[in-house]
């Protein structure tokens, strides 16, 4: 089963954030879009061949983290979408931060179709 295909499951309550050796797996399982910042959460930029494409993606991200309730910061500007994630409740990472990065790496790749 594909990262993207796995169940968002929030942090229970008093979890700890992953360290590097635990989410070093799910990091490997995204696209190089994704890098992780300070141990603490996921950013990517998406590009786009102009402000239409980078809007719709961003839909398609607001969309997914609705149904989800695991939101995103996201930045829009002309061609190009960026994307800040991590779980608040423990402030910092958990898997399904990266299951959710995964998705948005699955919607941009349907996105060049």
Do not use: C, Q
């Given at each position: ?12 309550e ?50 997914l983290?609705?149904?989800?309730w ?23 990472l958990?898997?399904s931060?990266?299951?959710?990065a995964?998705?948005?790496?699955r ?7």
């Amino acid at each position: 089963m594909s990262l993207a295909d796995e169940p968002v499951e929030h942090a229970a309550e008093g979890a700890d954030p992953l360290t590097a050796a635990e989410y070093a797996e799910y990091l490997d399982a995204l696209g190089p879009a994704w890098e992780v910042v300070d141990d603490h959460h996921l950013e990517a930029t998406y590009e786009f061949d102009d402000f239409a494409g980078a809007l719709a993606f961003t839909n398609e991200v607001g969309e997914l983290a609705e149904a989800e309730w695991h939101h995103p910061d996201i930045h829009l500007s002309w061609g190009e979408v960026g994307v800040e994630m991590w779980s608040h409740d423990i402030d910092g990472l958990h898997k399904s931060d990266f299951v959710m990065a995964a998705r948005m790496d699955r919607r941009y790749d349907a996105s060049d179709d």
